[in-house]
């Protein structure tokens, strides 16, 4: 079967807009619900310091992960569009059964909803960038997909402050219908584009990934960036499954949450556009080495400071050593998924897919495990963001190793 040329059928603005609307429906799943989560608690019958809808974000992350991993061989398979159809519309029904599950107050259902609602969302996200792969290439692609990314990264900022607004007006059950008509909504805009997978016989194969998938696993390097990528996710996902009960029951400032939570991702976005420069000036292994020294080091301190403050520092205090671990954490995942990925070339997009599904599955894991621990105070987190770079760094010096003479590469878009 020979190729054709791929399907645009919309103006590239519009392209471009459609696409990071369709990849930030993966983080409004998680940024939106957290403001509810006070009046969630009530509902499901919860103590008003009860960390278990912490499981609801990470049974949203495992869900995520899982479809990462199916969502890129399926678009290859059967195209793009019917792979986007399949997520709006399970990310509507995850969205749609969470506001049941607590309507009814089943704690089980609701994660299970959560789950399907974070494999729903994992189309949106896989799809978009495959579009862009499809219709872009070299240095046409590496520009479109930066103004992709830079879209996405302010959505989040933004998400619990709407989420916080929208409690404010309909209760917790109005962000699950924001989230079900936003879904609603980018579903009938994307309805405009036409079906860009490239006919190729490739397409037909692609759901033989066995040997593919283990020649990624079988690269040593490629699995220990990925481990210190996934300790890094696990100490920061503990940190977003619980930072609403760490405001509103630690500090007792919950009405600054959403305005904290936007600042934090903020400086996250920033760090993540301040990359390119850095990594052109020191190279990408040195970026990371350094940022992991510097994480540690914040992380530390706030494992001191609040050891010694006898588990609750001051705001103030927590709020500087999270902004340097949040900054730190930025770079570092940028860096290590590129590092990961690039003795993958000629098989990108399936690393990617391994990647990811471990990275934030694994993450998701780790980070179920810090917020079992919670115990009112912020040491079990401290102890979980100290451990995290201290592991990373000791896996990434292992791996590089090996890589002393090799030539530094950017990171890819």
Known sequence: MTATRP?????????????????????????????????MRQVLGLAEDSNRLARAI???????????????????????KPALRLGFSLYAAGAAGSML?????????????????????????????AIV??????????????????????????????GAAVVG??????????????????????????????????????????????????????????????????????????????????????????????????????????????????????????TLVIYLGGAAALTIGTWVAGGIPALAFFLVCLSVIAAMHGLVITNLNSLALDPMADQAGTAGSVIGAVSTGGGALIGSLIDRAYDGTLLPLSIGFLAAPAVALGLCLVAGREEEGAPDRPPAA
């Open 133 to 162: 792969r499809d219709l872009y290439d070299g240095d046409r692609m590496a520009r479109i997909m930066s103004s992709v990314f830079a879209v996405f990264t302010i959505v989040p900022i933004f998400a619990p402050v709407a």
């Open 169 to 290: 007006v309909a209760s917790w059950r109005g962000v699950y219908w924001l989230a079900v008509g936003l879904a609603a909504l980018v579903a009938l805009w994307a309805a405009r584009l036409g079906e860009t997978r490239p006919e190729t016989s490739a397409g037909l194969r692609a759901f033989r990934l066995g040997p593919s998938v283990l020649r990624v696993l079988r690269n040593r390097d490629v699995v220990l960036y990925t481990a210190a990528m996934t300790l890094s996710f696990g100490a920061f996902f503990s940190y977003i499954a619980t930072s609403e009960l760490l405001f509103s029951d630690v500090f007792g400032r919950g009405h600054l949450f959403p305005w904290i939570y936007g600042g934090i991702t903020a400086l996250m976005a920033v760090a993540m556009i301040a990359n390119a420069k850095l990594v052109e000036t020191l190279t990408t292994r040195r970026v990371v080495a350094g």
């Open 101 to 129: 599950a607590v309507a009814v107050g089943s704690v089980s259902l609701l994660l299970a909803t959560q789950a399907l609602w974070g494999v729903g969302a994992a189309g949106p996200r896989i799809v978009a960038l």
């Open 7 to 39: 399907v645009r059928s919309m103006r590239e603005g519009e392209l471009i807009v459609l696409l990071s609307f369709a990849m930030a429906l993966s983080a409004l799943g998680v940024g939106l619900i957290l403001p509810a989560f006070e009046e």
């Open 58 to 80: 990470t049974a949203y992350i495992l869900g995520l992960s899982v479809g990462t991993l199916v969502y890129g061989p399926m678009s290859d398979r059967f195209g793009r």
